[in-house]
C-alpha cells in the first residue's frame, strides 16, 4: 500500500504525517500524535471506546481512513479540556470515580461531550441512546449515571 502525505487538525494543532493510505484514524492519532487517551477496543464500530468528535460530531475512529478527514475539526479526549481545566463531563467522571479500568472512559465522555453540548437538559431517553454502543465491561455503569446526573444539576 502506497504512503501518502496527510495534513490533520488534531485538538487545534495541524501537522503533516506520513501514512500508508489505508490507515484507521485511531492509529494515526496514537502512533503520529502520541494522543494514546483514545482506545482501540473491538475495531469494528461495536464497543466505543474509540470514539473522538469530527467537526463537533461524535464518530468512531477505529474503521475509518485518517486521509479523509484532512479538511476536519478533530478532537480526542485530550483535547477537551482548555486552559488545563477538564470539561464539565470530565470532571464529573472525576469527581464520581466513574471509571475502574478507564477503556471505555474516553469514548463515553466524548459522546456525552457531543450530547451536552447540543442540549444541557437532554432526557433520560437521549442520554441512553447516545450510549447505546458504548461498552463498560467493568460494570461502572452506576457511577457513570450519578456524573451524568451532577451535569444535569450543574447546567440547570
Ligand atoms: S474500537 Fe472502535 S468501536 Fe470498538
Ligand atoms: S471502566 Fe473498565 S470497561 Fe468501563
Redesign the pocket.
Known amino acids: 500500500m502506497a504512503k501518502i502525505e496527510c495534513d490533520l487538525n488534531i485538538n487545534g494543532i495541524s501537522k503533516k504525517v506520513t501514512i500508508h493510505e489505508d490507515k484507521p484514524l485511531i492509529y494515526v492519532l496514537r502512533d503520529e500524535f502520541g494522543l494514546t487517551g483514545t482506545k482501540l477496543g473491538c475495531g469494528l464500530e461495536q464497543c466505543g471506546s474509540c470514539a473522538i468528535l469530527i467537526d463537533g460530531k461524535k464518530k468512531l475512529s477505529c474503521n475509518i481512513l485518517a486521509k479523509e478527514y484532512q479538511k476536519s475539526e478533530i478532537i480526542t479526549i485530550e483535547g477537551l479540556k482548555t486552559d488545563n481545566y477538564l470539561n464539565i463531563v470530565q470532571d464529573a467522571f472525576k469527581k464520581y470515580n466513574a471509571?475502574?479500568?478507564?477503556?471505555?472512559?474516553s469514548g463515553i465522555i466524548i459522546t456525552l461531550t457531543s450530547v451536552f453540548n447540543k442540549n444541557s437538559n437532554p432526557t433520560k431517553d437521549e442520554i441512553n441512546s447516545s450510549l447505546e454502543g458504548h461498552?463498560?465491561?467493568?460494570g461502572?455503569h452506576k457511577s457513570i449515571f450519578q456524573a451524568i446526573e451532577s451535569i444535569k444539576n450543574e447546567l440547570a
Open positions: 471509571a475502574q479500568c478507564g477503556y471505555c472512559t461498552l463498560c465491561r467493568c461502572s
